[in-house]
């Protein structure tokens, strides 16, 4: 079963306003947190961070396949939305690691 919980805050713009063109035109930008990584568990974060390296396309597919069919979204947003997240996942990986090592 598939839960939303943030109706789009994890995307570019923020909250409803994402769109498809954000999506694109902000694939490449980090999307850095901006509170402190303290008392996060670098063991965990490290996994985390090795499962992203692990995620595939199929993973992507049968995950935004499992949305409901009245939730108000196109099918060329779940298209972009897939391929922004597979296109992400190695920097944010990157970026996980990095911080796992850092603790």
Same mark, same amino acid.
């Given at each position: 079963m598939l839960y939303s919980h943030?109706? +789009?805050w994890y995307l570019p #713009?923020? +909250?409803p306003t994402w769109s498809v063109d =954000? &999506?694109? !035109?902000?694939v490449e930008q980090a999307h850095?947190? !901006?509170w402190p990584a303290t008392g996060l568990d670098p063991e965990v974060i490290v996994a985390f961070s090795q499962r992203l390296r692990r995620l595939t396309r199929d993973d992507l597919v049968s995950v935004l396949g499992g949305i409901p069919d009245?939730?108000?979204v196109s099918d060329l947003e779940l298209e972009r939305v897939g391929w922004? &997240? #597979?296109s992400r996942a190695p920097r944010v990986a990157d970026r &996980? =690691?990095?911080i796992g090592g850092s603790l």
């Open positions: 943030d109706h +789009g #713009e923020t +909250g =954000a &999506l694109i !035109s902000r850095v947190a !901006s009245t939730w108000p922004f &997240l #597979e &996980l =690691a990095s």
